[in-house]
């Protein structure tokens, strides 16, 4: 199993235990418990599971099992794949932070934005270098 | 990889690239407000995001992997008919918040969505099974068939 493999998926698996913890806080937000702000944690919890966990997963697994690229590169450009683990958990875990806390102030708002480009940017990025590795058998 | 693997699999990547920029927008303008139509694009991110990137994904990779039956995939127009239904309900529930009578059109995007995860389940339900285990008449037999596919296959091509 590739080095950037093994980090994809124990990160999803963080992302796993961290979307049930979010989704336990915003339960008991609903019996009155805990501070207000959780409740803002609704997409978060969501996001943890469709991209932390879900899409981390596949992609950690994808990298590793689909065919080779070239026998020279198997896996294509692997610095590809490493800026798509970063961007997209740096943007993940800014978005948990700043989602709460927008509107207090103009910064949390900046920082969505950040977030939603940092996603973004590592999610076509490891489109970028998976697509030529999805071919039919030679 | 098949071929229609092959399809299922870009698909599900165009998918991905397509649910990550529309969920960039929303969320991008729900931080500094600069596109007032990005709600708009709610419904569309989540159908591509779970059914074009998740599901379209899982059903390639399931079309690639599950057992066969010698060289065959069992009723693989189904499979066909699968990602043909997946991808125009896709396109329909994309298109609907931009149009007047855009609920009639989120209906049937639905309805074919539902139609293709039918029509996958009625493809994979007999690939479903233990593997095969090669006997000496089992190996004649799946010899055959692949002279025979790749016949059909050469005079397709002619």
Do not use: C
């Not at chain 2, 074919?112 to 089992?138: C, N």
């Amino acid at each position: 199993m590739p080095r950037v493999t093994r980090w994809f998926v124990r990160l999803s698996l963080l992302y796993l235990v961290g979307a049930l913890l979010v989704g336990l806080g915003l339960a008991a937000r609903q019996m009155g418990w805990g501070p207000s702000w959780i409740a803002r944690w609704s997409p978060v919890y969501f996001h943890f599971f469709m991209l932390g966990w879900a899409t981390q997963l596949i992609f950690g697994v994808a990298h590793w099992m689909f065919p080779n690229y070239t026998p020279e590169a198997p896996r294509g450009n692997e610095g590809l794949v490493w800026f798509a683990l970063i961007s997209v958990n740096v943007g993940l875990v800014l978005r948990a932070v700043a989602e709460p806390l927008l509107g207090r102030g103009p910064l949390w708002g900046w920082a969505l934005v950040v977030a939603a480009v940092l996603q973004w940017a590592g999610i076509i990025a490891f489109v970028w270098n998976t697509w030529p590795r999805v071919r039919p058998r030679r | 990889m098949p071929k229609l693997s092959v399809w299922y699999v870009r698909a599900s990547l165009v998918y991905l690239a397509l649910g990550g920029t529309f969920g960039a927008i929303i969320l991008s303008h729900k931080g500094i407000p600069w596109a007032p139509w990005a709600w708009r694009l709610l419904e569309a991110h989540i159908d591509v995001t779970l059914l074009g990137w998740v599901t379209l994904l899982i059903l390639g990779v399931a079309y690639w992997i599950l057992p066969r039956f010698g060289v065959r995939r069992g009723r693989e127009g189904w499979a066909l008919g699968a990602f043909i239904s997946m991808n125009v309900g896709l396109l329909l529930v994309l298109i609907a918040p931009w149009f007047l009578k855009g609920h009639v059109l989120l209906f049937m995007g639905r309805g074919l969505e539902a139609f293709a995860v039918m029509a996958f389940v009625i493809h994979a339900w007999p690939r479903v099974k233990p593997l095969m285990v090669s006997t000496a008449e089992t190996l004649v037999e799946a010899a055959k068939e692949r002279k025979a596919l790749q016949k059909e296959e050469l005079r397709a091509k002619q």
